[in-house]
Nanobody
Framework: QVQLVESGGGLVQAGGSLTLSCAAS????????MGWYRQAPGKQRELVAR???????NYADSVKGRFTISRDNAKNMVYLQMNSLKPEDTAVYYC???????????WGQGTQVTVSS
């Protein structure tokens, strides 16, 4: 089992910045990659960014150039630096850890990010 705890959400004005953090604990050696998802009211959960053990990262088109995902393998932490925030970035952000075999997705409890215009 893997436990994930997010922190760092909050209220920010458009154009501002926030950094989300996710602490992983438990059987972290089983994790293949980690990422951040978000879910806005009335919308499906969507991938924001993910990062592999190698450091390779993927981003949703909507956040490219504004968000940066990073990880500290020694501390079992993953971060999401969010710059130039827009009201449409408002959502609950979830940390995700994925185990490829057997396939298991682990989720944090979510942290609210609200961007005011």
């Amino acid at each position: 089992q893997v436990q994930l705890v997010e922190s760092g959400g909050g209220l920010v004005q458009a154009g501002g910045s926030l950094t989300l953090s996710c602490a992983a604990s438990g059987r972290t050696s089983s994790i293949n990659f980690m990422g951040w998802y978000r879910q806005a009211p009335g919308k499906q959960r969507e991938l924001v960014a993910r990062i592999f053990s190698s450091g390779t990262a993927n981003y949703a088109d909507s956040v490219k150039g504004r968000f940066t995902i990073s990880r500290d393998n020694a501390k079992n932490m993953v971060y999401l630096q969010m710059n130039s925030l827009k009201p449409e970035d408002t959502a609950v952000y979830y940390c995700n850890a994925r185990q490829l075999w057997p396939p298991i997705d682990y989720w944090g409890q979510g942290t609210q990010v609200t961007v005011s215009s």
